[in-house]
């Protein structure tokens, strides 16, 4: 990433689908709530350069926004492999105490296939360093946004994830002059 980058980190819209599934990239969003999508955009920057997560509800976050943005795929979602697609509940249920030994230590645990989260840091750390100088703005997952809370306030993994990030909420950091400054979370 170039100096005086601006970034505007967009989480995308709420899912729309049942509560408690850990989702893939082909969840669609629901982008019904036109109000504040016309609230958010009018906080964006024009001309900005777009970039978002390649998942389908990041994409008609973006398109809901007027965005047309550029796909990366380090923007993605921690990937949760064998549990994609699957309730929170039911895993509960059917893994036990492996689950639960999950949820212990979120950060550095790795669900059968998928990552850990400070993997998604390393991943996002790589997607963060190819983006243009100026105004960015990014569509992307809540782990997204605090993988990059992470990179830019230098946070252990474990306290990265105590950040809540809303859907269709703003989170700004810049780079400058070699170091970061956050402007706000979860706006």
Not at 160 to 187: H, K, M, Q
Request: charged share 25%; glycine share 10%.
């Amino acid at each position: 990433m170039n100096e005086d980058t601006r970034l505007w980190l967009i989480r995308h819209a709420p899912v729309a689908g049942p509560a408690g599934v850990i989702y893939g990239d082909d969840a669609p969003a629901d982008t019904s709530d036109t109000t504040k999508l016309a609230t958010l955009r009018a906080r964006l920057p024009g001309g900005a350069a777009s970039f978002a997560s390649p998942a389908v509800r990041t994409l008609a976050t973006a398109a809901a926004l007027g965005l047309r943005p550029v796909a990366e795929a380090n923007f993605r979602e921690q990937d949760f492999g064998d549990w994609t697609g699957r309730r929170h509940d039911d895993l509960a249920r059917e893994l036990g105490i492996v689950y639960r030994d999950f949820w212990d230590a979120p950060a550095s645990s790795k669900p059968p296939g998928g990552e850990s989260f400070a993997e998604q840091i390393v991943r996002v750390r790589e997607g963060l360093a190819k983006l243009p100088g100026g105004d960015v703005i990014l569509v992307v997952h809540s782990g997204t946004v605090r993988a990059a809370l992470a990179i830019a306030l230098d946070l252990p993994p474990e306290s990265a994830l105590r950040f809540t990030i809303d859907p269709l909420s703003l989170t700004r950091i810049d780079r400058i002059a070699g170091g970061w400054r956050v402007g706000g979370v979860n706006g």
